[in-house]
């Protein structure tokens, strides 16, 4: 019996026993489940600007959990040794959301402040991470999402009230550079109005040469921002060859810095990322 994954915009259909595009959902019996439910690949503790969020909470720490998959396949991925892997990628170590909640709670000592949920996408984890949030908001402390924002609207606003900060990856300003990530831009546009509505919202874009470095789509991308709020903050960060675009060349410092003037001419805050 196939069914279908409503969790993000691509809408996988499955065969009993088959995985979505994103490696970590699975048909099993007729029902969409997380299959990497628990299973962290990675768990650090973190200075809450490195997700980058630089006006929430800052100069606190954060505990940061990430699992495998991606509904999106970006050839520039930074964290594609656990985004693009599946199943077969050991988990360092296996957490329900009480023992995660738990070891975040141990940690406020040293400033921990919450849970972030990062380094692979973490929606496609949506079951997990929605039951973890409820248990670290139980325990006083703070949740964060890193995300591509390609999710749908119904999933987004049942785990939102849960949430306290995002930082959404804003890829690019155009359907085209959205075509080759496998996602579309619209979807994310809407994450990010959505969102901002209900948390503290950041977005971070990183400009890769030849690819959505013009002056116009960056005017674009940061008027339309501006029509959210002035206030969201914009990080604007450097390329450097990455997984599958090897034969690129960096962004160039120049470009970024230029880049960081246009849109500080629509919104208050905006952040050079890996000069």
């Known amino acids: 019996m196939n069914a279908k994954c409503e969790i993000c915009p691509r809408g996988c259909v499955l065969d009993n026993g088959q995985t979505g595009f994103c490696r ?4 099993k019996e007729g029902k969409i489940t997380c299959a990497n439910y628990g ?5 650090a503790l973190d200075p809450i600007e490195k997700k980058p969020l630089s006006r929430f909470m800052p100069g606190s720490k954060i505990l940061s959990a990430g699992s495998y998959g991606c509904n999106l396949h970006c050839p520039f991925c930074q964290n594609h040794r656990i985004s693009m892997a599946g199943s077969e990628i050991p988990a360092i170590m296996e957490a329900t959301p009480t023992e995660l909640a738990h070891k975040a709670f141990e940690l406020a000592d040293v400033g921990n402040i919450g849970v972030a949920y ?3 996408e973490p929606l496609i984890s949506y079951e997990f991470i929605y039951d973890c949030s409820i248990e670290v908001r139980k ?29 959404i990856d ?11 990530l496998g996602g579309d831009l619209e979807s994310v546009k809407r994450t990010i109005a959505i969102a901002s509505k209900h948390c503290h919202v950041e977005v971070t874009t990183l400009i890769i040469p030849g690819e959505n470095d013009s002056v116009q789509e960056m005017e674009q991308l940061s008027s339309w921002l501006s029509s959210l709020s002035e206030d969201i903050p914009l990080h604007i960060s450097r390329f450097f060859p990455q997984h599958k675009w090897t034969h690129l060349y960096p962004t160039p410092a120049d470009t970024i810095y230029s880049l960081v003037e246009i849109a500080a001419e629509r919104l208050r805050y905006v952040y050079k990322g890996n000069i």
């Open 39 to 43: 299973k962290l690949t990675s768990v």
């Open 24 to 27: 970590a959902r699975e048909n």
């Open 118 to 120: 990062t380094y692979n």
């Open 170 to 180: 804003l890829k690019g300003f155009s359907e085209v550079f959205y075509s080759k």
């Open 139 to 167: 325990s006083g402390l703070k949740n964060v999402l890193v995300t591509n924002g390609y999710i749908c609207e119904e999933p987004l606003k049942k785990l939102l009230p849960y949430i306290d900060a995002m930082n």
